[in-house]
Structures are given as C-alpha cells and as structure tokens.
C-alpha cells in the first residue's frame, strides 16, 4: 500500500517556465490538499479537493491551479514560475467527515524557482 | 480570526518530561490535533481531541481545554528520536485545518 505518492521530489525551475506537480493516492479518499511550508511557517493551503471534479481556493491560491480529474489524483500547476514560489510543496488526503481529520501526506516536493 | 500560538523551541533532556503549550482563537471550533515533523520529512498524526479532558496514548499525551482555547502536548520519557517539529492544527467551522508553524524540540542527551 503506497500511500500518497508525489512526483517528482525535486525540481529546479528559471522564472517564467511552468510545470505540474502529480499527487496520487490509494486509499479512496475523498479530500485531497495542497500545501506549501515554508521556513519558520507552519503549512499553507494552497487549494483543495472534496470530491472527483470539485476544486477549491484555499488559503494561498494565487500562481497556482489544480485539477481533480480522477478521484485518485491532484494535480498542482505553476503556469508562470516566481522565486517566490520557491518553497516544499506537500499534498495530503483524507477520508470525508468531520471525525476523519487525520491527513495522510506524501514526501514533499522541493522546488527551487531561480 | 484565526490564530494558533505556540512557542518556536524547546529544549528537554533525554528520559525528562516536556510539555508543548498552544494556544488558538478561531471563530469556530472542530477539533484539535498534534502532529510530529522530522526535519526534511511530512508530518505524521500523533493526536485529536475534540472534548475537554486528557488523551493518553503511549508516551504521548494531548489535553485540551475549549473554554480557554488550550491545549497540550506531553511527551514523557524522551527518547533523542523525539527530536522534532511539533504542530499544533485547528479545525474551523468549515473543517478546514488551521496549522500553527511548529515547536521544535532539541532534545538533549
């Protein structure tokens, strides 16, 4: 059993190019995040999914956009990459429903914007 | 608002006791967790409390205090593996998860 699997783990970017960041589970759940952490901060929302074809904003959606095609993936794109996007990049699931509230996250993905 | 205080390091020594204080203001509230970070990894779930009281679990224990907006995290007989990052996280009104930015604990030998 994987898990939440992330690809890739490291990246290095120029300002401007764009690329997508994969997120995959296999434990059927519902919820799928987005998060950034950055240091000295505590982790960031970027968007999130309830459900197969359902995204929403979270807390720093901006620069980014998502998709939820199937119920296993989240998928993060960066369509014009900022230095200021540099930052771990790390997406978690969970089951729906209120008592369900532990997340169950991937590795992380780095991500260097020069 | 939305706000999660806890202190940015401890320090304990191995085989002590420590207590890691967070404090949190939301406009709603459904739950609060603890999870640990290792340098360079995800987080990992060690706790939930949602009702007022104590929540033991090993070496581990969460207490939690609604009317004040308290909770705790109390790790006993430290082991130098505990050295890490600890996050304290809100549920709001809307199920979203509040993170605070952490406590990491040195642990000395």
């Known amino acids: 059993n994987a898990g939440v699997t992330q690809t890739p783990k490291f990246r290095v970017l120029k300002t401007g190019q764009s690329m997508t960041l994969l997120c995959a589970q296999d434990?059927?759940?519902?919820?799928m995040y987005w998060y950034r952490q950055d240091p000295g901060m505590g982790l960031r929302l970027i968007h999130y999914?309830?459900?197969?074809?359902?995204?929403a904003k979270g807390e720093v959606p901006d620069g980014y956009n998502v998709s939820r095609l199937k119920k296993q993936n989240f998928l993060l794109g960066l369509e014009s990459a900022a230095p200021s996007q540099t930052s771990v990049y790390f997406c978690?699931?969970?089951?729906?429903?209120?008592?369900?509230?532990?997340?169950?996250f991937g590795e992380g993905s780095r991500l260097t914007v020069l | 608002g939305q706000n999660i205080d806890q202190p940015t390091e401890m320090t304990a020594t191995e085989g002590a006791i420590v207590q890691i204080n967070c404090t949190y203001q939301?406009?709603?509230?459904?739950?609060l967790f603890w999870y640990q970070q290792h340098a360079g990894e995800a987080p990992t779930f060690l706790s939930y409390?949602?009702l007022d009281g104590l929540e033991e679990k090993g070496r581990f224990s969460s207490f939690l205090s609604r009317s004040k907006g308290y909770s705790y995290l109390l790790l006993k007989e430290l082991q130098m593996k505990d050295s890490a990052s600890y996050l304290c996280?809100?549920?709001?009104?809307?199920?979203?998860?509040?993170w605070g930015a952490g406590t990491k604990l040195i642990i000395k030998p």
């Open positions: 999914s309830v459900g197969e074809g359902t995204t």
């Open positions: 409390n949602v």
């Open positions: 978690a699931s969970r089951q729906a429903g209120q008592d369900a509230g532990e997340l169950f």
């Open positions: 434990m059927n759940h519902e919820y």
């Open positions: 996280v809100d549920m709001d009104s809307n199920y979203q998860l509040i």
């Open positions: 939301t406009s709603g509230f459904n739950g």
